[in-house]
């Protein structure tokens, strides 16, 4: 069976994530969207294709209008959901709680309505770290019953049980708490002596968390990310890197990130009103009704040392933030300092990108460098 994962019309409202990838592609809970969808239908990644902005399908691969099933790409699935798509016949279009699902491709053309007691979608960025939590549950769910958990070492003081380790993990002397939410712990990762975490959260495939570090929940950390300070409500895409002390709050962090010793995240304002936010779709402050944000940081963009980022701070892609005071709460992509004086060289970027990408022996391709090239132009 081949599908294709719709962007849904999301792609600014999911940005700054969405700028580098397809809507399907965002890691919300433990696995991305698209990972989630090929777990729960039982098919591979090669049998998936995206309908995105093009300039992406260089890199993600584009087969839309061949695929026998189109599926919202900004929808996290769980199997009583899989199973409804699964169950459509030719021609037939899926609605649940009133909303777009999936089309099943065929010449005659019928509506079907359903509803689900929690529907779990992402349309803004967010909510991500909103709603993830209910995402990391979900993608326990599925991973629980094909698996079984390691045992933790009897170093470590565990509060509550509701812990699931893969194989390869390592942990010692560190103090987890499962009472409040679900604690995942995946294959080949590292949680360093002194840390506390507080479920829910999840420590994906490679990560390592580092010295006595403290984190709250809910909080995901991709695979391959090295994080370290004190960490809160946030998601981490994959191979960035907080590895110093410093406060990270209800954020979103793309992939290739890096932040230098001691940046902090302000996710409050002092008067505790609501947030205004950068909207990529009307390209000005919008306001929201969230009360708690940090950072909304796109792929490899980076901070200085001592870097103090205000509420609710958006950052595009490549940006590399430093100097004195504050930077602007919004900070384009290509940014140079975050303060609006200037801009990144390409040729600049793609060396940096590419000698960050090489220590993870991961390389910055033609796809990759196509994607950069037309944000910068863009």
Same mark, same amino acid.
């Given at each position: 069976?081949k599908?294709?994962?719709? +962007?849904?019309?999301l792609?600014?409202k ?5 700028l580098t990838r397809p ?8 696995a ?9 239908l039982?098919i591979?990644s090669e049998s998936?294709? /995206?309908n995105?902005?093009? /300039?992406?399908?260089?890199?993600f691969k584009?087969?839309?209008g061949?695929e026998?099933?189109?599926i919202? *790409?900004n929808?996290k %699935?769980?199997?009583?959901? !899989?199973t409804m @798509?699964?169950e ?9 709680? +009133? ?6 491709k065929?010449d005659s053309?019928?509506?079907v309505?359903?509803?689900l007691?929690e529907?779990? /979608?992402?349309?803004h #960025?967010w909510?991500?770290?909103?709603? @993830?939590?209910?995402a990391i549950s979900?993608d326990l769910?599925r991973?629980r019953?094909?698996n079984v958990?390691?045992? =933790? ?5 565990? =509060? ?6 893969e194989? $390869?993990?390592?942990v010692e002397c560190c103090?987890?708490?499962?009472t409040s &939410? %679900? ?8 949680i360093?002596e002194?840390s @506390?975490?507080?479920g829910p959260? !999840?420590l994906c ?6 010295l006595?570090?403290?984190?709250? *929940?809910?909080?995901?950390? &991709?695979p391959h990310?090295k994080v370290? $300070?004190?960490?809160?409500n946030s @998601?981490?895409? !994959?191979?960035?890197?907080? *590895?110093? +002390?410093?406060?990270? &709050?209800n954020s979103?962090?793309?992939e290739? #990130?890096n932040?230098g010793?001691?940046t902090?995240t302000?996710?409050l304002?002092?008067?505790?009103s ?5 909207s990529?779709e009307?390209?000005?402050m919008?306001?929201t009704n969230?009360?708690? #944000?940090g950072?909304?940081?796109g ?5 200085g040392i001592n ?6 701070t958006t950052?595009?892609?490549? !940006? ?5 005071g504050?930077?602007?709460? /919004?900070?384009?992509?290509f940014?140079? *300092?975050g303060?609006?004086?200037d801009?990144?060289?390409?040729d600049?970027?793609?060396?940096v990108a590419?000698?960050m990408m090489k220590r993870r022996?991961?390389e910055?391709?033609? &796809? +990759? ?7 910068y132009?863009?």
């Amino acid at each position: 069976m081949k599908i294709t994962l719709d +962007d849904n019309d999301l792609h600014l409202k999911l940005a700054p994530l969405s700028l580098t990838r397809p809507v399907a592609e965002i890691r919300f809970g433990i696995a991305t969207i698209a990972e989630s969808w090929c777990a729960l239908l039982n098919i591979d990644s090669e049998s998936v294709s /995206y309908n995105t902005e093009s /300039y992406l399908t260089g890199k993600f691969k584009s087969a839309y209008g061949s695929e026998e099933l189109k599926i919202a *790409g900004n929808i996290k %699935p769980n199997e009583q959901l !899989a199973t409804m @798509v699964l169950e459509l016949e030719e021609g037939e279009t899926l609605y649940v709680n +009133d909303r777009w699902i999936a089309s099943k491709k065929g010449d005659s053309k019928k509506e079907v309505y359903k509803n689900l007691d929690e529907l779990l /979608y992402i349309e803004h #960025c967010w909510d991500i770290f909103q709603k @993830v939590d209910q995402a990391i549950s979900s993608d326990l769910d599925r991973i629980r019953k094909n698996n079984v958990s390691q045992q =933790l070492s009897g170093s470590n003081q565990l =509060l509550g049980q509701d812990i699931f380790v893969e194989e $390869g993990a390592k942990v010692e002397c560190c103090i987890l708490n499962s009472t409040s &939410g %679900p604690i995942y712990i995946g294959k080949n990762t590292e949680i360093m002596e002194g840390s @506390v975490i507080r479920g829910p959260f !999840a420590l994906c495939e490679g990560s390592t968390v580092k010295l006595a570090s403290k984190i709250y *929940g809910a909080t995901v950390i &991709g695979p391959h990310c090295k994080v370290g $300070g004190e960490i809160s409500n946030s @998601v981490f895409q !994959a191979y960035s890197n907080k *590895g110093h +002390d410093g406060f990270m &709050g209800n954020s979103v962090i793309g992939e290739w #990130c890096n932040f230098g010793a001691d940046t902090n995240t302000s996710n409050l304002k002092n008067n505790y009103s609501n947030l205004r936010i950068h909207s990529f779709e009307s390209k000005k402050m919008e306001q929201t009704n969230l009360l708690f #944000c940090g950072v909304l940081m796109g792929d490899h963009s980076k901070t200085g040392i001592n870097t103090m980022l205000n509420t609710a701070t958006t950052v595009g892609v490549s !940006a590399n933030i430093f100097g004195a005071g504050f930077p602007n709460k /919004y900070i384009p992509s290509f940014s140079w *300092g975050g303060h609006g004086e200037d801009k990144f060289i390409l040729d600049k970027a793609f060396e940096v990108a590419e000698n960050m990408m090489k220590r993870r022996k991961v390389e910055l391709t033609e &796809g +990759d460098k196509k994607i950069l090239n037309h944000l910068y132009q863009n």
